[in-house]
């Protein structure tokens, strides 16, 4: 199975603050749906709860929710302990892909732990303030490849690049060992 973070980041890595969205990308929105549609999606509790509740859960997609509290319960989602046990989730339902989809905390313990293999990046051209903020990572671990650019136009105020990243594996190590 293939672990993939999925995320819009600025140019000083912010993704959120005050719980929610810091701009309006109608064609990233579309390209994230596109690509995590019918795959499991795991993200952390203060993320889901972001989700406005028309959104909520993300449709067509098993929605995984990461939390230390041992009585929360989601909606329409399941609830884990560890991104281990969403991951241990998604494989058992044989999913071939399973995205991270955040924030910033699951973010990082997916990218500290060595679990993604595959990150695709909006990196939105522009800084903001932000409270929440996508992990610093080391570029030279990782294949890039440019899938689309876009300049900012009557609904996009910024310009953004998504990028595919791809995890450069060791020599003689497994994935995930």
């Known amino acids: 199975m293939i672990v993939t973070a999925i995320a819009a980041i600025s140019e000083n890595f912010a993704i959120g603050k005050d719980n929610d969205l810091i701009w309006d990308l109608p064609k990233d929105m579309r390209f994230f749906r596109d690509m ?7 993200m952390g509790r203060m993320n889901f709860d972001s989700i406005p509740e028309k959104w909520r859960p993300l449709k067509g997609r098993p929605n995984l929710v990461v939390t230390r509290q041992l009585n929360y319960q989601a909606d329409g989602a399941e609830v884990v302990n560890t991104i281990k046990d969403a991951l241990d989730l998604c494989e058992s339902a044989g999913e071939e892909e399973a995205f991270v989809i955040g924030g910033g905390q699951i973010y990082k313990i997916a990218l ?30 990782w294949t890039k490849k440019t899938l689309q650019e876009h300049e900012p136009d009557e609904k996009h105020a910024h310009g953004f690049t998504i990028c595919e990243y791809t995890r450069i594996k060791p020599q003689g190590l497994s994935q995930r060992s």
């Open 36 to 42: 995590t549609m019918g795959h499991h999606v795991i």
């Open 112 to 141: 500290d732990a060595g679990l993604l293999d595959k990150m695709y990046i909006t990196h939105v051209h522009a800084t903001f303030d932000a409270d929440v903020f996508f992990p610093q990572f080391d570029p030279k671990k």
